[in-house]
């Protein structure tokens, strides 16, 4: 079955920067749209950052534009979100989730395999 773990998260100052990790297994890991979501305590769940299949195509929710990278190394099974400049509104438990459908999608019903999410703390 697919297995994604997620590491990385950790705490910082504002300003700081963490990059994440999601690894996969259980499926052919190149052929699948990975994202980034997080989500605060008594809050929805919220799109971050996505990346096609071949990595042609990123997309970021405007909170994020200009801090945060998502990349990935199809020979590692990994997916990266390089996050710089990181403010307290920040803080959340961020989760990767992977997509098999042809069509990425950037909403987080569509998405069927989730981490176990990795908190990000970022104090001011």
Not at 15 to 32: Q, Y
């Amino acid at each position: 079955q697919v297995q994604l773990v997620e590491s990385g998260g950790g705490l910082v100052q504002a300003g700081g920067s963490l990059r994440l990790s999601c690894t996969a297994s259980g499926r052919t890991f190149s052929s699948a749209a990975m994202c980034w979501f997080r989500q605060a305590p008594g809050k929805e769940r919220e799109f971050v950052a996505a990346i096609s299949r071949g990595s042609a195509r990123t997309y970021y929710a405007d909170f994020v534009k200009g801090r945060f990278t998502i990349s990935r190394d199809n020979a590692k099974n990994t997916v990266y979100m390089q996050m710089n400049s990181l403010q307290p509104e920040d803080t959340d438990v961020y989760y990767c989730a992977a997509d098999w459908s042809p069509v990425i999608s950037l909403t987080r019903d569509d998405y069927e395999y989730w981490g176990q999410g990795t908190q990000v703390t970022v104090s001011s």
